[in-house]
């Protein structure tokens, strides 16, 4: 079983190994030049400390404004679990369904239940190393970024080790299931790159934020709630807003009315050129800011891990079955 496997899904991963080798060479290369200009630049020393070094805000606008369009290319990587959901997952089972090999392999001296499960675990463990070496690299690569901007955010949080492999294995299980359910190559690719990514999305937008319950900072309107000295927060804001004096959180209409009335508008008080935070502190307003603060990463990052892994025994669970009963 294990040389039928590896002569069955040796071109996955070559692929997979040319793949990873052509990513990691211009990573590797920008990375030590970025990494070296973290350190020895000074944006290290005014992210440790910004309070104690001068002229830290535009240093560091500097370097984002010469690594950061980089780093958001990495936010292409998102679609990596994706990939190996519709082409490795969904034609691993598929494939012999639709082209009837499976009549073979089943009158082998291996039972199906053991074929079947040879299968998923030797390709399941390929992609879970192929990702967690991919999603390491992009880490690493990040290091500097994420420093500056914290590693709640997008890109930082989806390339993480835990949760690309995770989802990566997630996809890989949507595929085979539905290999073993539609039984048409083609067909299955299509509902596993529809079925992840509405999950995925769903996740990020509805789920991800309420992992936790947010923290709540409430400043004065002459203070900058999501900036530090550097010009940049690791916090994740979730939510802005502004509190009267009672205690209510002022609502989407009543806040544009509010702008209107400062920046133009027949109802305008006040000439556009006049601050915001001044009609705040006259109308005794503040800032509320619901956030998550960058030290409940690894946190965040168990919670959908154990998600998409539950998700991924699940669902393998039931192809099993399913093939036990009606291949």
Same mark, same amino acid.
């Given at each position: 079983?294990?040389?039928?496997?590896?002569?069955?899904? !040796?071109?996955?991963?070559?692929?997979?190994?040319?793949?990873?080798?052509?990513?990691?060479?211009?990573?590797?290369?920008?990375?030590?030049?970025?990494?070296?200009?973290?350190?020895?630049?000074?944006?290290?020393?005014?992210?440790?400390?910004?309070?104690?070094?001068? #002229?830290?805000?535009?240093?560091?606008? +500097? $370097?984002?404004?010469?690594? +950061?369009? =980089?780093?958001?290319?990495?936010?292409?990587?998102?679609?990596?679990?994706?990939?190996?959901?519709?082409?490795?997952?969904?034609?691993?089972?598929?494939?012999?369904? /639709?082209?009837?090999?499976?009549?073979?392999? $089943?009158?082998?001296?291996? &039972?199906?239940? !053991?074929?079947?499960?040879?299968?998923?675990?030797?390709?399941?463990? #390929?992609?879970?190393?192929?990702?967690?070496? $991919?999603?390491?690299?992009?880490?690493?690569?990040?290091?500097?970024?994420?420093? *500056?901007?914290? !590693?709640?955010? &997008?890109?930082?949080?989806?390339?993480?080790?835990?949760?690309? %492999? &995770?989802?990566?294995?997630?996809?890989?299980?949507?595929?085979?299931?539905?290999?073993?359910?539609?039984?048409?190559?083609?067909?299955?690719?299509?509902?596993?790159?529809?079925?992840? @990514?509405?999950?995925?999305?769903?996740?990020? /937008?509805?789920? !991800?934020?309420?992992?936790?319950?947010?923290?709540?900072? *409430?400043?004065?309107?002459?203070? +900058?709630?999501?900036?530090?000295?550097?010009?940049?927060?690791?916090?994740?804001?979730?939510?802005? &807003? =502004?509190?009267?004096?009672?205690?209510?959180?002022?609502?989407?209409?009543? /806040?544009?009315?509010?702008?209107?009335?400062?920046?133009?508008?027949?109802?305008?008080?006040? #000439?556009?050129?006049?601050?915001?935070?001044?009609?705040? @502190?006259?109308?005794?307003?503040?800032?509320?800011?619901?956030?998550?603060?960058?030290?409940? $990463?690894?946190?965040?990052?168990?919670?959908?891990?154990?998600?998409?892994?539950?998700?991924?025994?699940?669902?393998?669970?039931?192809?099993?079955? %399913?093939?036990? +009963?009606?291949?």
């Amino acid at each position: 079983m294990l040389w039928l496997t590896w002569r069955q899904h !040796r071109a996955e991963l070559l692929v997979a190994a040319l793949f990873l080798a052509l990513v990691a060479v211009p990573l590797l290369v920008t990375g030590v030049a970025m990494h070296d200009e973290y350190r020895t630049g000074g944006v290290a020393a005014c992210v440790a400390d910004p309070a104690a070094h001068t #002229g830290c805000g535009p240093l560091v606008d +500097r $370097f984002l404004g010469r690594y +950061r369009e =980089w780093g958001s290319r990495l936010m292409w990587a998102a679609l990596l679990p994706a990939v190996v959901g519709v082409f490795v997952g969904a034609p691993l089972l598929a494939r012999e369904l /639709e082209q009837g090999t499976w009549r073979l392999a $089943f009158t082998q001296s291996v &039972s199906r239940t !053991r074929w079947l499960l040879t299968k998923l675990a030797l390709v399941g463990a #390929g992609v879970a190393v192929f990702t967690a070496a $991919f999603a390491a690299l992009c880490t690493w690569w990040r290091g500097p970024l994420d420093a *500056i901007g914290g !590693r709640l955010r &997008s890109a930082s949080f989806l390339v993480a080790v835990p949760s690309l %492999t &995770s989802a990566a294995l997630c996809a890989f299980a949507v595929g085979v299931l539905a290999g073993v359910l539609l039984r048409r190559t083609v067909v299955a690719m299509g509902a596993t790159l529809v079925v992840f @990514l509405t999950a995925r999305l769903s996740m990020e /937008e509805y789920l !991800r934020p309420h992992y936790r319950e947010p923290l709540v900072r *409430i400043t004065d309107p002459a203070t +900058r709630p999501e900036a530090t000295d550097t010009g940049a927060s690791t916090d994740w804001i979730v939510h802005n &807003s =502004w509190i009267d004096r009672t205690g209510h959180l002022l609502s989407a209409d009543e /806040e544009a009315a509010a702008v209107r009335q400062v920046y133009g508008g027949t109802d305008a008080v006040r #000439g556009s050129g006049t601050p915001m935070e001044q009609y705040l @502190l006259d109308h005794g307003l503040r800032h509320y800011t619901e956030y998550h603060p960058d030290s409940g $990463f690894w946190t965040f990052q168990l919670v959908e891990t154990a998600c998409f892994l539950g998700a991924a025994a699940l669902l393998l669970a039931a192809t099993v079955m %399913t093939i036990r +009963r009606r291949a």
